[in-house]
């Protein structure tokens, strides 16, 4: 008993991990896509391939959610008429929660590919491999409702929308920004303790700096009692702003694609450590697509991706701290 009384308090002197016990960590990741050219390489190389150099930083965070850009539905389902439509084997989504992704977003323009009965389909299956999901609900009404994530007396409230017009299906939160700032300032009222962190599916496909009216719903939505948000959509990772001291990040990239191309190779997450209720300075973790699966930059692309995301986003300073990048 004294043993662990004292080793406890070395813990507490020396390694902090008191408090590191009590944070709740967040990991937020990009684009997931499994059809197309990522297809191709996991039926090549199996289904835990795309995590490889992954799963160990997504095993450090209480929960890691990512954009579930595409469907996991039966083959029989009629695909939407539209340039692009993406579906994966259902049973492949088992490798997804074996990895570490606790959380999807179904709110983008991908997940109705498949029709309603598509995304539906698609949501029992995430359901039953263990996967929560966010911004779709069987019952419209409750399309837009958050997940609530919970650690010690941290509770973080994660919404999720589509901005994107093309969104048609009724289940899918697709709500515009004044309808989304509501419901943000309805639920802080009800639960002033709760963080709001909002996924949001918009923007313009390889822009690297966001449009002016994303900038005006951005801080809208911070306004509106939102503590942070992340974009996707892009394919880029986009401008990074810091605005009445919450995190906007208009697009963090893709997360598991096939463009091997730049600037949609590169991405990043976001890793939010949260205690006594407050987001703790957020890290930053930058990588490259390599087929379809992301992996570690080098110290000099690190920096040089680091340098190009500095020159579009004029309102906080990037620097480098090994691996990760963190605000100045």
């Avoid at 990772?237 to 001291?245: H, S």
Wanted: hydrophobic share 35%.
């Amino acid at each position: 008993m004294h043993l662990t009384k004292f080793s406890f308090l070395l813990c507490l002197l020396f390694l902090g991990c008191s408090q590191d016990n009590e944070k709740l960590k967040l990991l937020f990741a990009g684009d997931l896509m499994l059809d197309r050219g990522v297809r191709i390489d996991i039926e090549k190389n199996g289904t835990d391939y795309p995590f490889e150099e992954v799963k160990k930083i997504f095993k450090t965070s209480d929960a890691t959610i990512a954009n579930f850009e595409c469907t996991a539905c039966d083959t029989s389902f009629i695909p939407s008429n539209k340039k692009f439509t993406f579906r994966t084997k259902p049973e492949w989504l088992s490798s997804l929660h074996k990895n570490g992704i606790t959380h999807v977003s179904l709110a983008n323009n991908h997940s109705s590919d498949y029709g309603e009965e598509g995304i539906k389909e698609t949501a029992n299956n995430l359901k039953q491999y263990g996967i929560n999901y966010v911004g779709y609900s069987s019952d419209k009404n409750s399309s837009c409702s958050p997940v609530i994530i919970k650690r010690n007396t941290n509770n973080v409230a994660i919404f999720s929308a589509s901005f994107l017009r093309q969104d048609s299906i009724s289940f899918i939160c697709n709500g515009n920004v004044y309808l989304l700032s509501e419901r943000i300032k309805t639920f802080k009222e009800s639960h002033p303790d709760y963080l709001v962190i909002i996924c949001l599916h918009w923007g313009i496909e390889m822009r690297l700096i966001p449009t002016p009216d994303q900038v005006k719903q951005a801080h809208l939505l911070i306004n509106a009692g939102a503590d942070a948000i992340i974009g996707h959509h892009p394919h880029v990772v986009q401008t990074i702003e810091l605005y009445q001291g919450r995190y906007i990040f208009y697009s963090i990239g893709n997360f598991i694609f096939d463009n091997n191309h730049s600037p949609a190779n590169q991405g990043i997450f976001t890793s939010f450590s949260i205690l006594n209720g407050k987001i703790e300075p957020v890290q930053i973790i930058p990588f490259n697509i390599v087929k379809s699966k992301p992996t570690s930059m080098q110290k000099e692309d690190s920096e040089k991706f680091l340098n190009e995301i500095n020159a579009i986003s004029p309102t906080l300073h990037l620097q480098q701290s090994g691996e990760h990048w963190e605000v100045k």
